[in-house]
């Protein structure tokens, strides 16, 4: 097999056969307004072999056969859709792709998705297709750990230069716009203190400079957030967290207009970052409950953090759902939920924080979110450590601070279990 031949004959599109009776996206674009988010995120991509299975098969194959030479042809050259092999095309990928597209692009015409085998390798990838030497980035400073090292190490290392800003700041993100730059990074709320960022100023801002707004919309997933719908250009996913919902598997997506996915599916068939059909098939399964977690996990979160803010152990609070945290009216606006992730300082400094982590016996000591399980940390030993003092304090990371991942077990159990530690605190 000639590799070079194949990434330049076949269009990364190429539908698989097969699909008779099943909605597709087209159905979906055209029956928006009359189905809903829940149903489209049961129902969209779906598509069925002719053995008729209900749920949908799992396509663990690297290549696909043809019935004749001419055939194989046919669909090399791109002339008749088929598969070719699974670093460009499988169909448990592409009914993944196909109902994220639809999820986040809701109405919008032309919207394309690319699964990859990590958040990390869609962020990566969403970059090297579209991006090159002497591109200029501004990346939101309170981005996750290894974002912030592809960045500042590895895209620095080929010439694209970041200069990272305040996420809330928006004087600081137009200071740094030059006119090499290419595109403007961020995840919103963030990681862990909640806050929330302008989606519509800070694409006025991109597009104002011809260039592009990427949104990391993990924490939010589409079922709080539509980030394209904003303004955005392009929205990157970690599926590992609340796609999977469960810890299981990981994975990343790109999604965005055809013409930019393109040129990221087209280098992630070349670079080999593929996710694995399985995979795929566990995210897939994992967007029919979405809707119902996400509502579970912001109602846990919720409750977590009205409790916690009457805690006498506790000082502070940040979740934006609280109407006193500064992000709260325009979480409200821009998001339908105020997500599952919340971080609280207590009293007394990195030893009392770790008390309280000690303490625990139902939450999982680990930085991983998005589970059923509930999740504790300590962001500034763990996720936050390799910031330097200065930056932890520009960052809001003290030694006093917590994060919660809350996951959906009993609400009850879980303000119990931190309240072992709390009360040592008292
Ligand atoms: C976990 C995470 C990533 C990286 O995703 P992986 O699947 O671990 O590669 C990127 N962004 C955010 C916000 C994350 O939480």
């Known amino acids: 097999m000639n590799d070079h031949d194949l990434t330049d004959v076949v269009s990364p599109y190429n539908d698989a056969s097969g699909r008779e009776g099943a909605l597709t996206t087209e159905d979906f674009l055209s029956a928006e307004g009359s189905l809903g988010f829940a149903t489209q995120s049961i129902r969209a991509g779906s598509f069925r072999s002719d053995q008729r299975e209900h749920s949908e098969a799992i396509y663990l194959t690297s290549s696909f056969v043809y019935d004749s030479a001419a055939q194989a042809q046919a669909v090399f050259a791109g002339d008749e859709d088929g598969n070719v092999y699974s670093r460009y095309t499988n169909p448990s990928l592409r009914m993944l792709e196909e109902r994220m597209a639809i999820l986040e692009g809701g109405a919008l015409e032309n919207i394309e998705a690319c699964a990859t085998s990590s958040g990390m390798a869609a962020i990566l990838g969403a970059c090297m297709g579209l991006l090159k030497s002497g591109d200029h980035v501004i990346c939101s400073r309170s981005v996750f750990g290894t974002t912030f090292t592809i960045f500042s190490k590895y895209l620095d290392k080929f010439g694209v230069k970041t200069t990272f ?95 930019l996915v393109d040129e990221v599916h087209l280098w992630q068939r070349a670079a080999g970052a593929t996710m694995s059909p399985f995979n795929a098939w566990v995210f897939y399964k994992g967007l029919e409950t979405l809707s119902v977690r996400m509502d579970a996990h912001c109602r ?74 509930t999740t504790i940390t300590h962001p500034a030993t763990t996720t936050h450590c390799r910031l330097s003092d200065e930056d932890k304090m520009k960052s809001g990371i003290t030694e006093s601070l917590i994060r919660v991942a809350a996951g959906l077990e009993d609400i009850e159990d879980l303000k119990r279990d931190l309240d072992k530690g709390l009360k040592q605190l008292l």
């Open 165 to 259: 800003v305040d996420l809330v700041d928006y004087q600081q993100w137009r200071d740094a716009i030059r006119p090499e730059t290419k595109l403007l990074f961020l995840e919103t709320p963030s990681n862990p203190l909640s806050e929330v960022a302008d989606l519509k100023q800070l694409a006025e801002i991109a597009h104002g400079n011809g260039a592009l707004l990427m949104v990391d919309n993990c924490f939010c997933t589409p079922a709080l957030q539509k980030p394209l719908l904003l303004g955005a250009d392009l929205v990157v996913h970690s599926a590992t967290k609340y796609i999977d919902g469960q810890g299981r598997c990981l994975g990343g997506m790109v999604i965005g207009r055809k013409k």
């Open 300 to 373: 846990n979160a919720s409750e977590l953090a009205i409790w916690l803010s009457q805690h006498k152990a506790v000082e502070k609070v940040h979740y934006s759902g609280l109407s006193n945290h500064p992000g709260h009216e325009l979480a409200k606006k821009q998001q339908t939920g105020f997500g599952g992730v919340l971080a609280f300082e207590v009293i007394g400094g990195r030893e009392s924080a770790w008390k309280v982590i000690d303490g625990v016996e139902i939450m999982s000591r680990t930085a991983n979110l998005g589970d059923t399980r």
